[in-house]
């Protein structure tokens, strides 16, 4: 909520009964932020507004702030828990040295994804259409991608409390996100297989660029990490993840195959890839434009118009074994250091993370 130096501020008001709190408080004429909601530790939890406008989190049984404290988003399996979604026993948040996850957050190379994952997302037609009715995309062009990293990066490394609190935010953020698509479909944010998306096409772009331009990974780093998202997914409430790396691979290849680019998709693309970026340049934007291309499946690729010139893929190839030569040989304070970030707050998540290392 303030901000003290850097740092966050959240009140929690613990008490026996959340709703019962929040009928109270409404009565009193305070704002509800948030309605009561069940949240994957099995505490019932909502966001209200104080008589000065501060937000305050109001949480019943399960104590979420206590079991926060302890060390996890949320402290395990309960009766209340989103069904198929399973704790990933051996692993905990926030991400500790030794853990892959903990490695790759904290290197900004795997922005190099970030045009790929969003021409992804904005493959599903539900979530193009959600994007481009209910935000000023064009705008705005590159806040989705920001947000969504900032909010992985907050899960994986950051304060227990603070990672609740933004998916408390996403949560609120998307509450209302619905309508019809030109075809007569409906869209909800909120509809598991679209939060599910999301994360997939997160974790592949990581993977992807991983081997691309870091080639690190052994199959058996890259099966750890794909577990240690789980437990990003569990915390994120998003049902029914694949629960396997091979199951993944076959869930990414079926909806590669399946997804439609719409009208709203290529629109919303055109802003992604041309941004209104001032005095800046367009062709000071091809690089990346070439490396998304190159990045994103064949089929996709083409359905947004982009392509490879024969000297473009020649440069890439060299670019990448330069980078795969380089880059695993270089110390950790070079290659986590956030000079390529676009996103508030990394640095501070990265510095966290060196602490806890330390």
């Known amino acids: 909520m303030d901000a003290v130096g850097s740092q966050r501020i959240s009140l929690w008001l613990d008490v026996d009964d959340c709703d019962a709190t929040v009928d109270l408080i409404r009565r009193s004429g305070r704002q509800i932020l948030d309605e009561p909601s069940h949240q994957a530790g099995g505490e019932r939890i909502a966001q209200v507004s104080d008589p000065d406008g501060k937000e305050i989190i109001v949480v019943s049984p399960g104590s979420g702030k206590a079991k926060l404290r302890e060390g996890s988003i949320s ?44 021409l992804l997302q904005i493959s599903e037609p539900g979530i193009a259409a959600g994007v481009a009715e209910h935000s000023d995309f064009t705008n705005r062009v590159f806040d989705r991608m920001r947000d969504t990293v900032e909010l992985i990066v907050e899960v994986g490394l950051g304060d227990p409390t603070e990672a609740q609190r933004a998916v408390m935010e996403m949560n609120r953020a998307h509450r209302g996100v619905r309508g019809k698509m030109p075809d007569g479909s409906t869209y909800d944010a909120a509809q598991p297989e679209l939060r599910l998306w999301v994360l997939t096409t997160l974790i592949d772009t990581v993977l992807v660029v991983e081997a691309t331009y870091v080639g690190e990974f052994r199959e058996e780093e890259r099966a750890r990490y794909y577990r240690e998202s789980l437990e990003i997914a569990r915390v994120l409430e998003v049902a029914d993840p694949p629960q396997t790396l091979d199951e993944f691979h076959r869930y990414m290849t ?59 893929a020649r440069w890439l190839r060299r670019f990448q074994a330069l980078s795969r030569a380089t880059l695993p040989r270089m110390p950790d304070w070079i290659r986590t250091y956030p000079l390529l970030r676009p996103i508030a707050g990394l640095k501070d998540r990265i510095s966290h993370s060196r602490n806890q290392e330390e």
């Open 254 to 312: 079926e909806r590669f195959d399946s997804l439609t680019i719409t009208d709203h998709a290529r629109q919303i693309a055109h802003h992604v890839l041309y941004p209104d970026l001032g005095w800046t340049p367009q062709w000071s934007l091809a690089p990346i434009r070439a490396i998304t291309a190159d990045l994103l499946p064949a089929r996709l690729r083409e359905g947004y118009g982009l392509s490879l010139s024969p000297r473009q």
């Open 75 to 118: 402290p395990g399996p309960s009766h209340h828990e989103t069904p198929n979604l399973k704790r990933v026993h051996d692993v905990s948040l926030p991400f500790r040295a030794g853990t892959v996850s903990w490695d790759v957050l904290r290197r900004p190379v795997f922005l190099l994804g970030g045009m790929r994952a969003l």
